[in-house]
């Protein structure tokens, strides 16, 4: 069964800096695109970036570009997002998605989604 567990979340200050992983289970992630996605509340879920399995090429939504990274790490099954120089508006809960690729529809995922981790930014 295809499984992703997020970690890393937690409180932070304004433009401080966190590191967000997705730990594959029962697949190997690189098979796969692989989305980070979060949720405000009252708000729907957006997608935020993206690296696909081909050519690990990354993509980013214009809010966090410049400010967020993706990585992947094969060795450890996991995928990374560094998030640096945060707002209170990156508040969410983050979500990371496995997709067939970053270029199909982002709300067409393989497997289901995860539990999330909570980032709050705040002073």
């Known amino acids: 069964q295809l499984q992703l567990v997020e970690s890393g979340g937690g409180l932070v200050q304004p433009g401080g800096s966190l590191r967000l992983s997705c730990a594959a289970s029962?697949?190997?992630?690189?098979?796969?695109?692989i989305g980070w996605y979060r949720q405000a509340p009252g708000k729907e879920r957006e997608g935020v970036s993206c690296i696909d399995s081909s050519d690990s090429s990354t993509y980013y939504a214009d809010s966090v570009k410049g400010r967020f990274t993706i990585s992947r790490d094969n060795a450890k099954n996991t995928v990374y997002l560094q998030m640096n120089s945060l707002k209170p508006e990156d508040t969410a809960v983050y979500y990371c998605?496995?997709?067939?690729?970053?270029?199909?529809?982002?709300?067409?995922?393989?497997?289901?989604w995860g539990q999330g981790t909570q980032v709050t930014v705040s002073s």
């Open positions: 998605a496995a997709r067939p690729s970053c270029s199909t529809n982002p709300k067409i995922l393989v497997g289901s």
């Open positions: 029962g697949f190997t992630l690189d098979d796969y695109a």
